[in-house]
Every structure is written in C-alpha cells, then in structure tokens.
C-alpha cells in the first residue's frame, strides 16, 4: 500500500527513473503536487463557497476534475502513446495548443484531482493498476479511503478476457466518495454566481447572468475518434475568447494544436488511459453513457 502523501514545493525527476511507468506513477508522482498551484487555489475557494463539508468536496473534485480536464489520449495531447504530465505541464500544452481547457488522460485527471485535494486539506495518494489500464486518487477522510475518477462499473476495461480470467484477483472493489447534488448546492448556497459557476466549469464559456448554459465533460476520443492531431474547440467556445482554466486566460485558438509537447517516448510501465475515459461524459448536452 503506498502512504498518503503530503505535498512538496519542489521536485527534480531522476533522469534514470521512467516517469511513464506506473511505478513511478504511484510512487513518486505525488511530489510535483503542490497545495498553493495558482491556478488551483481560485477552484479550490470555489468549492468551499458550496462546502465545507469533506466527503462533499470529494464529490465535487471528482466531478468538477472531469469539466475541467477533457479527456484525450496522450498521443494527440503530447504526441507519445503514454506521457504522466505534472499540472503545470498540462497548462503549458493547454496554453501551446490554444485550447479552452485542460486535456488529458485519466493519469492528467488524476494529478489535477490531487492539487485539487491538497489544496482543500484533505490527504490523498495517487494510484494507477496495470490490469484496469487506469490512474485515480483516492482520498480518506475521517479514516476511510475513497476512490475518486475511478472507472464506472460497465467501463470496458472489466471486459477484457485478460482481466477476467486474471486480473479481477489483482484489484479490490472500488470505494466511491457519496453522491452530492453540488449544482444545486451551487443554486442555493451561491445565488447562482456566475464567477463561481465559470470557475468550476459548469456553465459554458458565452454564459452571462442573464442566459447560462450549463457545460457537461467532455471526452475527444469519443467526439472525435480518428486522427493524430487534437480536436480544435467548438465555435461556441471559441468566440468566448477567454480560457475556462486557468477561468479567464486570453485564448489564443489553435496557435500550436498541430504540434504536440515534445515528450520522451518508450515506457517500461503498462499504458495508462489509453483506452478509457472513464467517469467522463460525452458533449454537452448529452448524458453520460460510458
């Protein structure tokens, strides 16, 4: 079992450790989480103008972590098929490729869920298994242990012949946090705030306090499964003109989406969210149905 970890301010890579494999995953990923991380600290007050409660906010992470991270494969985000990108890695890709949020894979959801959990004071330990082909975090408050962003109970992953006749002896059963309704929280606890809504990426860019338009997650691998080169945003999102995160960066559309960060390729670990998007939804406004 790996230990909850605190966060760390700094964090220097060891050239000889493969930083792809889910050893280092699990095992050191944790230490390029900080508490303090610019962009997260405005979300993490965000969630608390709803909560204070911590299994409330475990729900809120998970969710709001999946709005502000768009799921896509590696391969289009950094052009290699597995890259574990630190958060400000994933801002910089963000920034580079002119999109409105975040994207990344379950790994990339998982570390942003971390900052998120850091900065809200609750401990957490990331973790990653070679037979689910996936990466969460999970959480303990008041001594349980809850899995957030895990994969939902119909993910493909469960139906693989290896991970029947196997793998399903190698992995326990998942802990989700309980359910909170947050948006209606947000309703009643906030007035329908609209910086607050923005922030935690539940209403679409172009909404104002006259017309909001409630955004849901997005999965590109579903949207758009073929090509190697990242999706560009949806008019609507476009014509906004500002990033959705960091809430209120110049979006500069398309400016590099054609060419990935370069990354380091090879890993001597099992792929991670090559195949899943679990616990995303598809576009706005569909339901979810993976």
Known sequence: MVAFAGPTADFTPQPSIDRNSIEYFRHDMWRTVTPNNPAIVPIANAIRAITHNPLHQLAMVNDVTTLLVEYDSDKRVYGVDDF???????????????????????????????????????PWRLDASYWKEHAWVVARVNGINYDLLDLRANAPEYKTRGYRLIGHWFVRASHPPPAFNWREAWVVRTHENLKIGLTLGMLTLDS???????????????????????????????????????????????????EPKPARAGSTGAVLGSVTGANSNPADPAPATR
């Open 84 to 122: 574990h990108a630190t958060l400000n890695e994933m801002i910089a890709r963000q920034r580079a490729g002119g999109w409105a949020y975040l994207r990344d894979d379950c790994d990339g959801r998982a570390v942003f869920a971390a900052h998120l959990l850091a900065a809200l004071g609750i």
């Open 208 to 258: 104002n306090r006259y017309a909001m338009h409630v955004r849901h997650a997005r999965d590109w691998t579903v949207l758009v499964p073929n090509g190697n080169i990242p999706p560009p945003d949806d008019p609507r999102t476009v014509l906004a003109g500002v990033a959705g995160f960091p809430y209120g960066a110049p979006l500069h559309t398309g400016m590099l989406a054609g």
